[in-house]
């Protein structure tokens, strides 16, 4: 009887634990979000299906069947306060990249096919949590390939995570990438690769 007592309190307090899952307040679609804990910060997301707005935390074990009904609210991309790239830093790096590619240096920077883009974007960080963190800024995205993307930016990422929104001419595209190198390319500043996590919504 004690065992099963014990055994019972532990199940109980193991679902009291588990945080709640959010679905969409506006279509009722399966969101991957879950409600905030004490000392968690929300992010803010919405639905991509009806773009209802939704304050959660994301589940990263959810995103490989979710992560495309969702996109990070467009509060977390106000970068007005962050200059853009001059493209001459775009054209510094593409020159570097094509040198190098030459070279054949970097078997991992070289896995897939890479395109040189010229592409505005805003960046901002993210924990392992998926939790934005700090302000987002201004980008430049000067390579693609299927599996990342390479951009410059004034400066150093920190975080772990990036989410990246390129503007595109019917509306944005939103991709979660890692951090996998990082190089100073003068005057303050970084080319920076990402590989590609998920994607956030279905994109344009
Ligand atoms: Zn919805």
């Known amino acids: 009887m004690t065992n099963d007592a014990c055994g019972h309190a532990s199940v ?6 588990r945080p709640r899952r959010i679905g969409c307040p ?3 679609q399966p969101l991957p979000l879950r409600l905030s804990q004490e000392g968690e910060r929300a992010a803010l997301w919405e639905c991509d299906a009806c773009q209802t707005r939704v ?4 589940v990263p074990e959810l ?37 190098h590619d030459t070279r054949g240096n970097g078997p991992e920077r070289r896995r897939d096919d890479r395109y040189a883009v010229h592409l505005e974007a805003v960046v901002v960080g993210l924990n392992d949590q998926w939790v934005p963190q700090g302000r987002p800024a201004r980008a430049l995205v000067v390579d693609l390939s299927r599996g990342g993307l390479g951009m410059v930016v004034r400066s150093p990422i920190k975080t772990p995570l990036v ?12 991709l979660l990438g890692s ?21 956030l919504g279905r994109g344009i």
């Not at 109980?12 to 634990?17: L, P, R, T, W």
């Not at 996109?71 to 570097?96: N, T």
């Open 26 to 28: 506006g279509c009722n």
């Open 63 to 99: 995103a490989t069947h979710l992560a495309h009904r969702v996109r990070l609210g467009q509060v977390h991309f106000d970068a007005h306060h962050s200059p853009p790239i001059p493209p001459v830093f775009g054209e510094l790096v593409s020159r570097w990249i094509r040198r």
């Open 179 to 199: 951090i996998t190198w990082s190089d100073h390319v003068g005057s303050g500043m970084h080319h920076v690769g990402a590989r590609f996590v998920h994607r």
């Open 55 to 58: 304050a959660g935390m994301f």
């Open 163 to 174: 989410a990246v929104q390129i503007e595109g001419r019917t509306g944005a595209l939103q």
């Open 12 to 17: 109980s307090a193991e679902s009291a634990e």
